[in-house]
């Protein structure tokens, strides 16, 4: 029976608590430290399907600036995130855009779409 200790830092809010996970066998056996309940199940998650949000841009065509900000609209998995920001090199969406317009949906079969996370105006 292999036990093992795991500290993470929460992320969820600024309170940043230091958490410590005890795994037996690979199996996360307690979670100590969080002073709510989205710090335990941060740790949860963390330790067995990382998830993240991903920030990035497309190329913009007609618009005042020639990226468009773009954000997903909910957390994907960790180890899709550079396959996503991949596949959104080869984006290209013209202006005018309005935030919160699907940019790529369903990216790359993930079911999370990629929105645009503010309005650009046509030049």
Request: aromatic content about 0%; proline content about 5%; some cysteine.
């Amino acid at each position: 029976m292999a036990v093992e200790k795991k500290v993470l830092t929460c992320i969820t809010c600024p309170i940043g608590c230091e958490i410590t996970a005890e795994l037996t066998d690979g199996v996360i056996t307690s979670v100590v430290g969080n002073s709510c309940p989205r710090g335990e199940k941060y740790t949860r998650e963390e330790l067995t399907a990382p998830r993240r949000m991903l920030t990035s841009t497309v190329r913009l065509e007609g618009g005042r600036m020639s990226l468009l900000p773009v954000v997903s609209e909910k957390t994907l998995p960790k180890e899709k995130i550079l396959s996503c920001a991949e596949a959104l090199r080869s984006v290209r969406v013209k202006a005018p855009i309005k935030e919160g317009t699907v940019i790529c949906e369903n990216i790359l079969g993930l079911g999370v779409n990629i929105i645009a996370s503010r309005d650009m105006e046509r030049v």
